[in-house]
């Protein structure tokens, strides 16, 4: 079996996972700079979908991987108002080599308020930050 094989064996294509949160101060677009009402923010569900599927990669991962986002498709298809819980869910619908494919969608609790498609790309994690860190010298 090769590295790749080893690194995506427990990452089979239909595995989903789902992250919650509630509307409130903190996650309005008003609050975080992206707009100027008192309605849930596109950054934040965006962040959420992308936890959902860090999540779900970095727990079936072997020890020293990670995964990190290489791209977002993502539309905001309904705005929601502070005091109601939003939940972002993610499934995983290609594995390609290193590259994981994901399904992105967000609800609140009258319906659907975002989806799209978000790609995720497998790391060997004290290699990556090293060459982050290289760029500052």
Known sequence: MGE????????TVGLEKTVSETVGDNNT??????????VYATPMMIARMEEAAATLAEER??????????LL?????SATPCGMKISAT?????????KLTF?????DE???????????????SRR???KADSKRS
């Open 4 to 11: 790749n094989e080893n690194l995506i064996e427990n990452l």
């Open 90 to 98: 993610v499934k995983l619908v290609k594995v390609e080599g290193k």
């Open 61 to 70: 991962l072997p020890e020293g991987y990670t995964s990190v986002g290489i």
């Open 29 to 38: 677009a008003k609050t975080v700079g992206s707009g100027s009402l008192d």
């Open 103 to 107: 399904e992105v969608k967000a609800a």
């Open 110 to 124: 009258a319906g659907e308020i975002g989806r799209g498609i978000h790609e995720r790309f497998i790391v060997e």
């Open 128 to 130: 990556f930050q090293q």
């Open 73 to 77: 498709n993502v539309a905001h298809t």
